[in-house]
């Protein structure tokens, strides 16, 4: 007859737990990130513009097109500079047979001069007569030199490597060396480059880490949700913004797989550290109020009671929290809205492990 009462009392101790997910801190290696929002920009930008006036012949290139420094992008009438350059050719010719007379001339003055049939006079007017032919020919020389670069410049070359865009010159157009539009811009996105922002409070840690050896860095899509690139840090800018109080950095990507464009906005995660044996729970765990972050825990008794942590990472997935919660220790990663200090729980199915590793996955009976 005693034991009615307390057979009863268990259907109603069950229908007035609280079902909940919960998960064990647990002792663990865990990487601390800095995450900035970044701007992608191309390593190097160059403006292709023609060197010399004429007409575009040709265009060699097409837009969207991976070219190499050196490759030919456009031709313009080579002719005229072709012809500048035979006419400088041949005026070194004549001149070259002219100082050669000169100094014939130079050798029987001087021997006429030993045998007393010439002047000083004379020696030194036919030596003037050969040194202005002598600058002459030099002069001749630079004029065939520059009618070659100009016949050079007439073939216009990729100046880097990297991707052209869009053609702003058709052929058969009239372009000058004046001209700012250009024919072509070409973007370096092999490797590519991220500028990006971080509080400077952080910037102590990231010098640390920086003169520890290379920063890996990782190119995250807007929202964050799926990675891009892995690259390294390679810069701190040298100021800080005081209007905003962040920093500027930059981290170079390789772009292999051309998921990054110019003027693209992203989001860059820096592993700045690695916490070694760092006490861990879930995320999900943490609750706020107006005193901080706190956890449920579940005590042995299956009831619950708050317990303040000192949050000193959180990584929206695992959190590292002080030395409030010891590693056993079970705490209440779904179901808080309902919890109470002191509600009885009873442990609900859950769909997956969770982060912190541990998780519970147990029938309510087990609760205990």
């Known amino acids: 007859m005693e034991d009615r009462p307390a057979l009863a009392r268990a259907p109603t101790e069950a229908a007035a737990s609280i079902p909940v997910g919960i998960a064990t801190a647990m002792r663990r290696d865990v990487p601390v ?3 900035g929002l970044g701007t992608v920009q191309a390593l190097n930008t160059v403006t292709v513009t ?8 040709k ?44 100094e014939r001339d130079q050798q029987r003055f001087q021997t006429l001069y030993t045998k007393g049939f010439a002047t000083n006079q004379q020696i030194a007017t036919q030596q003037a007569s050969v040194s202005q032919l002598q600058a002459q020919v030099q002069g001749d020389q630079a004029a065939i030199a520059d009618a070659a670069t100009q016949l050079d410049y007439a073939t216009i070359r990729a100046p880097i490597d990297g991707r052209t865009g869009f053609r702003a010159v058709d052929a058969g157009n009239i372009v000058r ?14 490797p590519i480059s991220v500028v990006f922002t971080v509080p400077e409070n952080d910037l102590l840690e ?24 892995h690259g390294k840090v390679s810069l701190i800018d040298n100021q800080i913004d005081q209007t905003t109080g962040t920093a500027r950095l930059k981290a170079e990507f390789p772009n292999r797989d051309n998921l990054l464009w110019p003027g693209a906005f992203v989001t860059v995660r820096i592993l700045v550290r690695t916490e070694k044996g760092a006490l ?30 000192k949050l000193a990472q959180d990584s929206g997935a695992v959190a590292i929290v002080g030395d409030a919660l010891k590693a056993g220790e079970r705490v209440v ?20 492990d969770q982060p912190a590793g541990e998780s519970r996955a147990v029938s309510a009976g087990s609760a205990g």
């Open 280 to 309: 861990t729970v879930p995320s999900a765990a943490i609750q706020r109020d107006e005193d901080g972050p706190f956890v449920y825990v579940v005590r042995p008794d299956s009831t619950v009671e708050t317990r303040k942590v």
């Open 333 to 352: 990663v779904d179901g808080q809205y309902r919890l109470q200090p002191g509600a009885l729980v009873r442990i609900k199915e859950m769909p997956g």
């Open 206 to 229: 990231l010098t640390q880490a920086l003169a520890a050896g290379p920063v890996a860095a990782t190119a995250l899509s807007n929202d964050g949700s799926g990675e891009l690139d």
């Open 59 to 102: 265009v060699t290139f097409t837009e969207g097109q991976d070219v190499k420094a050196g490759d030919m992008l456009a031709q313009v009438d080579p002719r005229p500079f072709k012809d500048a350059l035979d006419q400088a050719t041949a005026k070194k010719a004549q001149d070259l047979a002219q100082l050669k007379n000169a």
């Open 33 to 35: 990130f800095l995450t």
């Open 177 to 190: 060396a004046a001209d700012t539009k250009g024919i072509v811009t070409i973007t370096q996105v092999h």
């Open 50 to 57: 023609s060197r010399v006036d004429g007409q575009l012949q």
